[in-house]
């Protein structure tokens, strides 16, 4: 008997060669059906893909499907670190596909990575692509003030608003040395005037904590949380400030415990 998979698509920004002007990366666009239907035989699964706007390196997924209760809590890897709870298990990652633009297939013959056969049943495909052939282009130049390039320094990318919806124009947070700077990709790669800011300020016997990054809130982006260390204490805190662009934050002195800290020991 023939079951469906429900079908999820990545759709990647992947770069064009620019140079002094707004960020506009050519748009990687997958084209599948929504579902598709597999005997679980052993034979091999044909399913088409359109590649358009560039070529495309691609990965093909299976996972299980609204079976996470089911699954309930599996922890393992070095010392348990990898904990899962409650969420769907991937059971297959493909080798990467390297499609021209055009028509392509991604082939599958029913197996999880140990090369067993999948159970029959209802699963979910994701597939994920980017470019791979491109010359990369300039997203930001920063003045050594902003540390966009010092990933250990944290950078956080903001992708939807606060209805969940894609932004048209992600943004970077990045933190370092307690100023938050916002850059909207899509900007004049060039132009560091368009870099805003906001300072967090610390309080007495408080530093400001790398390399842990700034975030929004969900629910409402003018909102920063952020981590600072009081080290004689050994006491890590976050912090919650509001937005004040190119000025100093309003800091959240009411917001969690004591001084606004929420805290752990270190």
């Known amino acids: 008997m023939k079951k469906l998979f429900i079908t999820f698509f990545l759709v990647l920004l992947v770069p064009t060669l620019s140079l002094a002007a707004d960020f506009l990366p050519t748009r990687l666009q997958l084209t599948m059906s929504e579902t598709i239907e ?22 093909f997924f299976v996972f299980t499907k609204d079976k996470g209760d089911e699954i309930g809590v599996v922890q393992n890897g070095h010392l348990g670190w990898h904990y899962v709870n409650g969420i769907d298990t991937c059971m297959y990652m493909s080798p990467p596909f390297e499609f021209a633009e055009g028509s392509n297939t991604i082939t599958w013959t029913g197996v999880d990575n140990d090369g067993g056969t999948i ?10 692509a980017y470019d791979y052939m491109s010359p990369p282009e300039l997203t930001i130049s920063c ?43 899509g900007s004049d790669p060039t132009n560091t005037a368009l870099i805003e800011t906001t300072d967090l300020q610390t309080v007495t016997e408080w530093s400001y904590q790398n390399p842990h990054p700034a975030s929004c809130d969900f629910n409402d982006n003018s909102i920063i949380y952020h981590a600072e260390s009081n080290k004689d204490a050994l006491v890590l ?30």
């Open 38 to 59: 597999y005997g679980f035989d052993g034979t091999t699964l044909n399913i088409p893909v359109t590649v358009t706007g560039t070529s495309a390196r691609l990965w």
């Open 119 to 128: 159970p029959e049943g209802d699963y979910t495909y994701y597939v994920f």
């Open 143 to 185: 003045p050594p003030a902003v540390s966009f390039s010092k990933m250990e320094q944290g950078i956080y990318v903001k992708e939807l608003d606060e209805d969940g919806t894609p932004l048209a124009n992600p943004y970077i947070l990045d933190k370092n040395i307690g100023i938050v700077s916002k850059w909207i990709i």
């Open 237 to 266: 805190a976050i912090r919650r400030a509001t937005w004040v662009p190119n000025d100093l934050a309003t800091r959240d002195t009411e917001w969690g415990f004591e001084r606004g800290e929420c805290s752990g020991r270190c």
